[in-house]
T-cell receptor, first 112, second 113 residues
Framework: DAKTTQPNSMESNEEEPVHLPCNHS???????IHWYRQLPSQGPEYVIH???SNVNNRMASLAIAEDRKSSTLILHRATLRDAAVYYC?????????????FGKGTKLSVKP | NAGVTQTPKFQVLKTGQSMTLQCAQD?????MSWYRQDPGMGLRLIHY???????DQGEVPNGYNVSRSTTEDFPLRLLSAAPSQTSVYFC????????????FGPGTRLTVL
């Protein structure tokens, strides 16, 4: 299974943008890049996913490098509620297995 | 929709006891799975199901049994609890097996003494 590398922790100030990096140098052509987050004492929740092009939704933006070996999750204005562990996960979309393989993720702290 | 629900929220067992963790979803999802999360770690897949009557093993299946008699329910059974099974357990579901967005329940925090 393709592996991702993320920083253990990051800090941000409230209402400032946050860029969460993810390296996935062994990504295959059929791997989608998924981001989930886990708020304290809750189950993970979906944030965004993409294949090759940059993606935007109401929660965040996903910027994918041209060679697809890295990506960045962008929270445009961090709030205190965005403090969570963010997981970057590679997975098949339209493939034969939908299981997600979680690493340790990046713990984001947001300061008021 | 209630989404994915799990019961109980908390449970304490003694070594050797058995119990069933319940998971239900009301979104008519075919795919359901169980993960465990140990302190400071990511989630690891225990078992999953691609539809009623069909289950398969994940990364860490030993000590756990599952069955899927209905689309809605996917219980996880601990046959003989061990302290190594102390963890938080999450159930998830998605519309299809094909890498679709997964929806997670709130978790069951299990302690085995």
């Amino acid at each position: 299974d393709a592996k991702t590398t993320q920083p253990n922790s990051m800090e941000s100030n409230e209402e400032e943008p946050v860029h969460l990096p993810c390296n996935h140098s062994t990504i295959s052509g059929t791997d989608y890049i998924h981001w989930y987050r886990q708020l304290p004492s809750q189950g993970p929740e979906y944030v965004i996913h993409g294949l090759t092009s940059n993606v935007n939704n109401r929660m965040a933006s996903l910027a994918i490098a041209e060679d697809r070996k890295s990506s960045t999750l962008i929270l445009h204005r961090a709030t205190l509620r965005d403090a969570a562990v963010y997981y970057c996960i590679l997975g098949l979309y339209g493939g034969s297995q939908g299981n997600l393989i979680f690493g340790k993720g990046t713990k984001l702290s947001v300061k008021p | 929709n209630a989404g994915v629900t799990q019961t109980p929220k908390f449970q304490v067992l003694k070594t050797g006891q058995s119990m069933t963790l319940q998971c239900a979803q009301d979104m008519n999802h075919e795919y359901m799975s169980w993960y465990r999360q140990d302190p400071g770690m990511g989630l690891r897949l225990i078992h999953y199901s691609v539809g009623a009557g069909i289950t398969d093993q994940g990364e860490v299946p030993n000590g756990y049994n599952v069955s899927r008699s209905t689309t809605e329910d996917f219980p996880l059974r601990l046959l003989s609890a061990a302290p190594s099974q102390t963890s938080v357990y999450f159930c998830a579901s998605s519309y299809s097996l094909e890498g679709d967005t997964q929806y997670f329940g709130p978790g069951t925090r299990l302690t085995v003494l």
